[in-house]
């Protein structure tokens, strides 16, 4: 579940501030992440949240979890997903760290089950990107053990040095 709000907020920093969760689903083997924006990802773009999710998952930094009033949570940059109902005291989940700054790369309101620390992640791996209605987009991924899979399913043992060049850099 951690590796969505990375996506989340990596989604963000790339595509501008107008992209909001639509919907998700996680479970051992993979994640779906549903996000608000008019046009599909470039392919560039795509390789571009790859990399800042795993920047995030390398950095090793530990999940700080927050119990606040929703008004002090938002006030301190939380974001909250639009048609969810909030209690008076909420739950303020932090992870990674922004680029030159003390700042928390992901700030959500939660109440999931998260890693301890971000390295726990192991890898994040896109698999499709996709349109699924008007203003919609899907994103696919696994994680982990299963990342790791998919990452070296180009290698092959009859040619490995022509293989290593399908390996994303």
């Given at each position: 579940?951690?590796?969505?709000h990375?996506l989340h907020?990596?989604l963000?920093?790339?595509?501008?501030e107008?992209?909001?969760?639509?919907g998700?689903?996680?479970?051992?083997?993979?994640l779906?992440?549903d996000f608000?924006h008019?046009e599909?990802?470039?392919?560039?773009?795509l390789?571009t949240?790859?990399?800042?999710?795993?920047?995030?998952?390398?950095?090793?930094?530990?999940v700080?979890?927050?119990?606040?009033?929703?008004?002090?949570?938002i006030?301190s940059?939380?974001?909250?997903?639009?048609g969810?109902?909030?209690?008076d005291?909420?739950?303020?989940?932090?992870?990674g760290?922004?680029?030159?700054?003390?700042?928390?790369?992901s700030?959500?309101?939660c109440?999931?089950?998260?890693?301890?620390?971000?390295?726990?992640?192991?890898?994040?791996f896109?698999v499709?990107?996709?349109?699924?209605?008007?203003?919609v987009?899907?994103i696919?991924?696994c994680?982990?053990?299963?990342?790791?899979?998919?990452?070296?399913?180009?290698?092959?043992e009859?040619d490995?040095?022509?293989?290593?060049?399908l390996?994303?850099?």
């Amino acid at each position: 579940h951690s590796a969505t709000h990375l996506l989340h907020a990596a989604l963000r920093k790339v595509l501008g501030e107008h992209v909001q969760q639509k919907g998700s689903l996680v479970d051992s083997q993979r994640l779906r992440f549903d996000f608000s924006h008019p046009e599909s990802v470039s392919a560039q773009q795509l390789k571009t949240i790859e990399a800042m999710v795993n920047e995030q998952i390398r950095a090793n930094t530990p999940v700080r979890t927050r119990l606040m009033s929703m008004d002090d949570a938002i006030a301190s940059g939380a974001m909250a997903l639009f048609g969810e109902k909030y209690g008076d005291t909420v739950r303020v989940l932090a992870m990674g760290k922004a680029p030159d700054s003390k700042e928390s790369f992901s700030v959500e309101l939660c109440g999931g089950t998260h890693v301890k620390n971000t390295a726990d992640i192991g890898l994040f791996f896109m698999v499709s990107e996709s349109g699924i209605a008007s203003g919609v987009r899907r994103i696919e991924a696994c994680t982990g053990a299963a990342a790791f899979a998919k990452a070296v399913a180009p290698v092959t043992e009859t040619d490995p040095v022509k293989a290593i060049g399908l390996i994303r850099q």
